[in-house]
């Protein structure tokens, strides 16, 4: 059984700093990628960031570069995302999702969801 749970999430204001946690159980994701994305009310989930598990490689988002930065434990199974200079916009419910597959991109093809971490910032 595969299981990612993320927590982390919470109330902040504008500026300040949350780090949310994604830990994988079931499997590892050695030879694929583990990846964050969002959803605000009434938007489309979209892309945040993800890392090539073997790798390192990483891959942000313009709307978070240089604010949010993804890193894994390999020992604990688990990616972490530190997002610092949090804005209002960064409002949503925060995904982690993985894939096994050593595809190329990083922007897609994750088989396994999390059940989502809110995150809300105030003004």
């Known amino acids: 059984q595969v299981q990612l749970v993320e927590s982390g999430g919470g109330l902040v204001q504008a500026g300040g700093s949350l780090r949310l946690s994604c830990a994988a159980s079931g499997r590892t994701f050695s030879n694929g990628a583990v990846g964050w994305f969002r959803q605000a009310p009434g938007k489309e989930r979209e892309f945040v960031v993800a890392i090539r598990w073997s790798s390192g490689t990483t891959y942000y988002a313009d709307s978070v570069k240089g604010r949010f930065t993804i890193s894994r434990d390999n020992a604990k199974n688990t990616v972490y995302l530190q997002m610092n200079s949090l804005k209002p916009e960064d409002t949503a419910v925060y995904y982690c999702?993985?894939?096994?597959?050593?595809?190329?991109?990083?922007?897609?093809?994750?088989?396994?969801w999390g059940q989502g971490t809110q995150v809300t910032v105030s003004s």
């Open positions: 999702a993985a894939r096994d597959r050593p595809l190329t991109s990083l922007l897609a093809g994750y088989d396994y």
